[in-house]
């Protein structure tokens, strides 16, 4: 039977204060557009199992095959940045830990 890596996510959510005008470009933030938000969102896509040597694996195929009906499955303001200069307000922590 193949043995295959899967990958468990936890979130973890916090507040932070933004300031009304961009310190990079001093546009008002409350402009519509005026900010870009990066988040995840969870896909599906089809695969088969593979084995290279003694190691298997699963393989994709195409990204976003099948994206969710819902929003339940996206994970919002990862990043916050400027849309105009880019000045980034804030980057989520990426921590990957090692498999258990
Ligand atoms: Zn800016």
Redesign the pocket.
């Known amino acids: 039977m193949p043995t295959i890596t899967v990958t468990d996510v936890a979130i973890r959510s916090r507040d932070i204060k933004l300031p009304g005008t ?6 008002c933030l409350q402009a519509d557009g005026a900010l870009k938000l990066w988040g995840f969102a969870d896909e599906s896509r089809s695969g088969r199992l593979r084995r290279a040597g003694d190691v298997d694996s699963v393989a994709g195929l195409v990204l976003g095959d099948d994206l969710p009906k819902s929003g339940e499955t996206f994970i919002d303001n990862v990043a916050i940045s ?6 980034m307000f804030v980057e989520g922590a990426f921590t990957v830990w090692p498999a258990r």
């Open positions: 961009c310190p990079g470009c001093h546009r400027c849309r105009y200069c880019n000045h």
